[in-house]
């Protein structure tokens, strides 16, 4: 999932709707995750969307999610349980599997207790668990206070990598984060230069890639996006080179990848 040659990755993000049910623009997962996936290295998804909506032709390395147990339609999202067994996981061939933990809600412990006992089993097999510092509908939460902090015990307990928010001052959350990080993307921001600049700003403070859906799939050109994305975190490409690429992608409906993902 994280490429040797260049110590990074690009996680397509395709797992919101185990709590959002047919989010806007993946109402048909298959349809949308097609042309992206030669350009990931990695997608985000759940046991149901793996199996009937990803075609077993891609070797794209599938991140599979394994919590859940709320919908949308509560306040709190916090009161998630594991929901797909490490058997599953295994049998369905993937290279590692993800839960939310909600540090400072009513189900922290819960949740922290979750990600402790997801880690033990996952050892029993050697899978790889991601945690992601889920904030639920309190999108405010996301300081670099509060970050370091749910990053922290997610290494702390076990996780091997840790999927978490870009914010200011974001080199304090990578700085007291031992294990890989990478960042989501959030809801779609208003310009695609607003993306890559928080792509190139993560990286630039400790992030290892991204795990991205929204700021991509939501977008009128994805496969554009994650083009210029995967510049940005393989080639070292600067914001204006993303532009650049985004702009000369704009038609592009899917293609070859420009970087092997082999
Ligand atoms: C959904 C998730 C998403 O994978 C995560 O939020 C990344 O997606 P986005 O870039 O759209 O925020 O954890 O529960």
Redesign the pocket.
Known sequence: MIKPSTGRSVML????G???GPTHKLENPRKMLEPLLPYADTV?VTRGILRSSIDPKWDTPILL?VSGGASVLKEDLSDEEITTSMEDAVRLNVSAV?L?IFVGTPHEKQSLINLGELVNQGEDFGMPVMA?T?VGKELEKRDAKYLALACRLAAELGAHVV?T?YCENFRKVADGTPVPLV??????LNTETDVFNLVYNALQEGAVG?????????NEKPVAMIKAIRAIVHEKATVKEAQNIFAENKSTVGEKPSVDRA
């Open positions: 993000a395709a797992d919101h185990y709590f959002m985000a999610r993800a939310s992601i889920a999927k928010y960042v989501a993307g959030g809801p779609k991204v795990d991205m859906g929204r700021n991509i799939w939501q």
